[in-house]
């Protein structure tokens, strides 16, 4: 069955990743995002990847009216929606006191109610027809914040508590719908080159870092299984485990210039007078920077901890096995 797919956040990054991804599978592909340029080379890509069919919606997902607009007119011209993948987000990179009360506005409208947005969005198709499964991109630092990314770890520990009680309420009705949260490692996408930021050098991601295409790979398995969560990377299984088992410990860790300040930039100075953001307005609106950043020479290209994860039952069986050998050996012996 051709599934239609829509992506919010869909012209870079992880959301053209996804894209492409669906496009392999022949999926319908509904695409939102602000740039123009980023949208038509996600379009194009994705057609010339197999996409059974593709639109474009150039939408901000601060605007709930845009986005229920987009949602209806995939409903209308499909006849329903299958997937909704909400990826769209922002973010600016600075100590929190240097953060001005209408820049944490504005990720919180993109990051946090964008994702509401899309969710009840796609629920108000979904609801109804008793199927569907909506997936929410998140983040190690959903559990664990760092500094200098304060207004984005804070909406996704908004996304996850957002998630939890909207679970609840499903499972309450009785309604098919699924719920997935994946959450990322460090990834290799445009952000880091178009994030604000007042730091001195190149923000990059915290390494060990990921390409999208491994993301997309997860994300795509959650979606068809209707994971509850996906811990996608060994670095955002330690994270969380960290921070469950000595907090205060990472917060000394994250404090240090090596670890918290210093592994989010690179050595390359920037210019603040000619450095460009997209919180405010696109940055792909004239320019298509496709999947990936600037970090592809030291980003990974799989992960056995996704690889794991989405084969637990080889996993046990292959464990299973090995128990059983070993206790066959073991009687052998007496």
């Known amino acids: 069955m051709t599934q239609t797919v829509v992506i919010t956040g869909a012209s870079a990054g992880v ?20 740039g123009a340029a980023g949208l038509e080379g996600a379009s194009l890509e994705a057609r010339a990847a197999g996409a059974a ?13 845009a986005v229920q607009d987009a949602a209806d007119d995939v409903a209308r011209t ?14 600016v990179f600075a100590p929190a006191w240097e ?13 946090y109610l964008g994702t509401v947005h899309g969710t009840l969005a796609a629920l108000s198709h979904m609801r109804p027809a008793g199927h569907g499964t909506v997936v929410q991109i998140g983040s190690a630092l959903a559990y ?9 770890c804070a909406s996704k520990h908004a996304i996850q508590g957002f998630n939890d009680s909207l679970r609840a309420e499903l499972l309450h009705d009785g309604n098919k719908v699924k719920l997935s949260m994946v959450q990322l ?17 190149h923000p990059q991601p915290v390494p060990p870092i990921y390409q999208p295409e ?8 959650a979606a068809d299984k209707g994971k509850r969560e996906l811990n996608i990377g060994g670095p955002t299984l330690k994270t969380r485990l960290g921070n469950i088992v000595a907090p205060a410990l990472l917060d000394r860790i994250l404090s240090t210039d090596k670890q918290g300040y210093q592994g989010q930039q690179t050595s390359e100075k920037i210019d603040p007078a000619t450095w460009q953001d997209n919180v405010d307005k696109p940055a792909d609106e004239t320019r298509d920077h496709g999947a990936h950043g600037v970090f592809d020479e030291q980003s990974r290209t799989s992960s056995f901890a996704l690889w794991a994860a989405t084969h637990k039952p080889l996993i046990t069986g292959l464990l299973s096995a090995g128990i059983g050998l070993a206790t066959a050996g073991l009687l052998r012996r007496r």
């Open 144 to 152: 664990r914040g760092i500094p200098l990314q304060a207004p984005y």
């Open 185 to 201: 490692p460090a990834v290799n996408t445009p952000q880091f080159s178009w994030v604000r930021t007042r730091l001195p050098n």
């Open 15 to 34: 959301g053209r990743a996804v894209t492409i991804a669906y496009a392999q599978r022949g999926a319908r592909l509904a695409l939102l995002a602000r």
């Open 99 to 111: 953060i001005s009360p209408a820049e944490y506005r504005r990720v919180t409208e993109v990051n």
């Open 78 to 91: 499909w006849g329903g929606i299958d997937v909704w993948i909400n990826d769209a987000m922002v973010s």
């Open 214 to 221: 491994v993301i997309a790979r997860g994300v795509l398995w």
């Open 53 to 65: 069919d593709v639109r474009t919606y150039q939408v901000d997902v601060a605007d709930p009216d």
